[in-house]
């Protein structure tokens, strides 16, 4: 490989910090960044980039590189932090991160290092990038840890993207990783990885949303219309969602002893223009199993639309692929028909589209139906 200067993100974890490690390692320039993205009450308990950037301080300090701190926040709750919140207000369940890749870490991060000088910038995603040079395409990979792979928040990225990037430890597993960054020394290689959106941490959700969303009381109504229970807004409820609804401990109006009754009840559906959350008994319940699904905004990593045919899919991060046929597509839409029924289908979550390892791109959410 042509040595190049690289700018790497370091975010304070064990992954960015190997990354910049191994990048040194092979002769590059290497120059890192620390990304403060949020500044509502970031020194919290819950979400402090101050002892983050100690961390990614210490890492470059080890390595023997420079590290730059530089402030995104303002086009953090512009590009991503503004759309997440309308979404929830539409009574959906966006997926922030992959935002913030889109038009943060891949976006103003890159504009950044490319002021500074940098040819490509590298990340700790585990992923993996690489061109075909009989399309002239770069293509995004999976990681080849299964466990970590991570190319489901990258997959609206583009080809300009895409050819500037790098995902080193995309190629290790997570423990090979840690096993590094044990042997040089790294401040941070028995770090805890981090969990869930920054800004919210560990925080209980609902006590942050509620900063930002208004919130109106509703019926909570089972599959006979009967309602049992009131919810606190909407927006704070997911498809699928068990804990937190306040009915934990409610029997089936009529239920006979063997009959399910003390089933977990599980949220099915929120009818958003009566302002009414639906429920049902039990994880396997029809409702909360979907054959089709429609997806808007779609974004493709080749530039174009993928081609109608089978593929397999993930409607969630972590989600073991499904098969899958695509269709009905246009320049922003397109449909996905399940071999076998996928359980809760939610709208404002990204649907993700695979050949063998090779992402191909998704869309959003729209909507879902049980066929059978």
């Known amino acids: 490989m042509v040595k190049q200067r690289i700018v790497v993100g370091l975010s304070g974890g064990v992954d960015s910090a190997v990354t910049a490690y191994l990048l040194k390692q092979q002769g590059h320039e290497v120059v890192g960044i620390f990304m403060k993205n949020w500044e509502d009450d970031d020194n919290s308990e819950y979400c402090s980039s101050n002892i983050d950037f100690v961390d990614a301080a210490a890492v470059a300090d080890v390595i023997g590189i420079e590290i ?3 402030n995104f926040a303002s086009e953090y709750r512009d590009r991503v932090f503004a759309e997440f919140l309308r979404e929830y207000q539409a009574g959906r369940t966006p997926n922030p991160d992959i935002l913030c890749n889109a038009e943060i870490k891949f976006k103003a991060f890159l504009e950044h290092a490319i002021r500074l000088g940098a040819e490509r910038i590298a990340t700790g995603h585990y992923a993996r990038v690489r061109h075909n040079p009989s399309s002239d395409l770069f293509e995004l990979l999976k990681g080849v840890d299964p466990g970590k792979d991570q190319s489901y928040f990258l997959h609206r990225l583009t080809q300009n993207q895409l050819a500037k990037s790098l995902f080193p430890v995309g190629a290790l597993l997570k423990s090979e990783v840690r ?6 020394g790294l401040p941070n ?58 009915i934990g401990g409610l029997k089936a109006k009529g ?10 009840w599980f949220v099915a559906k929120k009818d958003i223009e009566n302002n009414t959350l639906w429920v049902v008994q039990g994880h396997d319940h029809p409702w909360l199993q979907s054959m ?3 997806a808007i905004d779609a974004s493709w990593l080749s530039g174009s639309p993928a081609k109608a045919g089978s593929y397999a899919a993930k409607t969630r991060y972590r989600q073991t692929d499904a098969l899958c046929a695509l269709s009905g597509l246009d320049a922003t839409h397109f449909s996905l028909q399940f071999n076998l029924p996928q359980w809760a289908v939610t709208p404002g979550q990204s649907a993700v589209l695979y050949a063998e390892d090779i992402c191909l791109g998704g869309g959003i959410i729209s909507s879902s139906y049980c066929e059978y």
């Open 255 to 264: 239920a006979h002893k063997g009959s399910g009754e003390h089933a977990p």
């Open 292 to 294: 089709t699904l429609q």
């Open 68 to 70: 730059e701190h530089v």
């Open 179 to 184: 096993r590094v960054a044990e042997e040089i």
């Open 189 to 246: 290689a028995k770090k805890k990885d981090s969990t869930g959106i920054c800004f919210i941490g560990e925080r209980p959700f609902r006590e942050f949303l509620n900063r930002y969303i208004a919130h109106a009381p509703g019926p909570i109504k089972d599959t006979k219309g009967r309602t049992i229970g009131e919810h606190v807004g909407l927006s704070f409820y997911t498809l699928g969602q068990r804990q937190g609804l306040g």
